[in-house]
């Protein structure tokens, strides 16, 4: 089984999809974009989280 390393540059993971698992570069993955997200810009990414949809 592979072992995957965050700490190399050219990480990758297995990402499901609908064809099967596909490697996603870890720069990619959503939990990696919701945290780079809200450490740029804190107050931004809580009023477009809290917003309501309706409005």
Request: hydrophobic share 35%.
């Given at each position: 089984?592979?072992?995957?390393?965050?700490?190399?540059?050219?990480?990758w993971?297995?990402?499901?999809?609908?064809?099967?698992?596909?490697?996603?570069?870890?720069?990619?993955?959503?939990?990696?974009r919701?945290?780079?997200?809200?450490?740029s810009?804190?107050?931004?990414?809580?009023?477009?989280?809290?917003?309501?949809?309706?409005?």
């Amino acid at each position: 089984m592979p072992r995957f390393s965050i700490a190399e540059g050219s990480t990758w993971l297995p990402a499901s999809s609908r064809f099967g698992l596909d490697p996603i570069d870890f720069q990619d993955t959503y939990h990696f974009r919701i945290m780079r997200d809200f450490c740029s810009d804190p107050h931004m990414f809580m009023e477009e989280a809290l917003r309501d949809d309706d409005d």
